[in-house]
């Protein structure tokens, strides 16, 4: 199975800062990883995928880079929704693993 | 509008079997692969099983292989996931997610719609 990290596992920021969370995978995938975002008591919800392309109807701060082993995601201009927790996804093989979260809280 | 709406869970016992089921709206159900992803408390998502528009390809994770059977019914719009031989660590909140994409360079999957979830609780 392919293994994906995430760094950091916590981050601390205020509004209006940016932050960068990186995601590395155990082998080449290409450009087959998503990103998404969770709050408590709510699914995933879709963020980015094919490593850069942004999801209908999420804001422009977020960006996805990268391929082959290493991703990250930017969120520029923080906000107060987007205080959650993150995660990736690879999409390249089955079992189409996570990553084990980042999350974002309010410094 | 693009609905999931997972039903089934509770409290079993381990050993015990249950039956999930996610009724799925507001877009054609036979045309994209579906999955079952899990999430045990304070941890991230598991991605447990998929089966693709036709039931032509199955693929259950390892941790379930043997136990857990998807399936589906695209005259009734639904998903299913059979789990048997219920054990403590199968506890999670269970998601039903869409695949979009077609799995190629130019059109990569994604799980853009996902259900509300539903807690499993395996305990004795």
């Given at each position: 199975?392919?293994?994906?990290?995430?760094?950091?596992?916590?981050?601390?920021?205020?509004?209006?800062?940016?932050?960068?969370?990186?995601?590395?995978?155990?082998?080449?995938i290409?450009?087959?990883?998503?990103?998404?975002?969770?709050?408590?008591?709510?699914?995933?919800?879709?963020?980015?995928?094919?490593?850069?392309?942004?999801?209908?109807?999420?804001?422009?701060?977020?960006?996805?880079?990268?391929?082959?082993?290493?991703?990250?995601?930017?969120?520029?201009?923080?906000?107060?929704?987007?205080?959650?927790?993150?995660?990736?996804?690879?999409?390249?093989?089955?079992?189409?693993?996570?990553?084990?979260?980042?999350?974002?809280?309010?410094? | 509008?693009?609905?999931?709406?997972?039903?089934?869970?509770?409290l079993?016992?381990?050993?015990?079997?249950?039956?999930?089921?996610?009724a799925?709206?507001?877009?054609?159900?036979?045309?994209?692969?579906?999955?079952?992803?899990?999430?045990?408390?304070?941890?991230?998502?598991?991605?447990?099983?998929?089966?693709?528009g036709?039931?032509?390809?199955?693929?259950?994770?390892?941790?379930?292989?043997?136990?857990?059977?998807?399936?589906?019914d695209?005259?009734?719009?639904?998903?299913?996931?059979?789990?048997?031989?219920?054990?403590?660590?199968d506890?999670?909140?269970?998601?039903?997610?869409?695949?979009?994409?077609?799995?190629?360079?130019?059109?990569?999957?994604?799980?853009?719609?996902?259900?509300?979830?539903?807690?499993?609780t395996?305990?004795?």
């Amino acid at each position: 199975d392919i293994q994906l990290t995430q760094s950091p596992p916590f981050l601390s920021a205020s509004v209006g800062d940016r932050v960068t969370i990186t995601c590395r995978a155990s082998q080449g995938i290409s450009k087959f990883l998503a990103w998404y975002q969770q709050k408590p008591g709510s699914a995933p919800r879709l963020l980015i995928y094919g490593a850069s392309t942004l999801q209908s109807g999420v804001p422009s701060r977020f960006r996805g880079s990268g391929s082959g082993t290493e991703f990250t995601l930017t969120v520029s201009n923080l906000q107060p929704e987007d205080f959650a927790t993150y995660y990736c996804q690879q999409l390249n093989t089955y079992p189409f693993t996570f990553g084990p979260g980042t999350t974002v809280d309010i410094k | 509008e693009v609905q999931l709406v997972e039903s089934g869970g509770g409290l079993v016992k381990p050993g015990g079997s249950l039956r999930l089921s996610c009724a799925a709206s507001g877009f054609t159900f036979s045309s994209h692969t579906m999955n079952w992803v899990r999430q045990a408390p304070g941890k991230g998502p598991e991605w447990v099983a998929c089966v693709t528009g036709g039931s032509h390809f199955i693929y259950h994770a390892d941790s379930v292989k043997g136990r857990f059977t998807i399936s589906r019914d695209n005259a009734k719009n639904s998903l299913f996931l059979q789990m048997n031989s219920l054990r403590t660590e199968d506890t999670a909140v269970y998601y039903c997610a869409r695949t979009s994409g077609s799995g190629t360079y130019n059109s990569p999957y994604y799980f853009d719609y996902w259900g509300q979830g539903i807690l499993v609780t395996v305990s004795s």
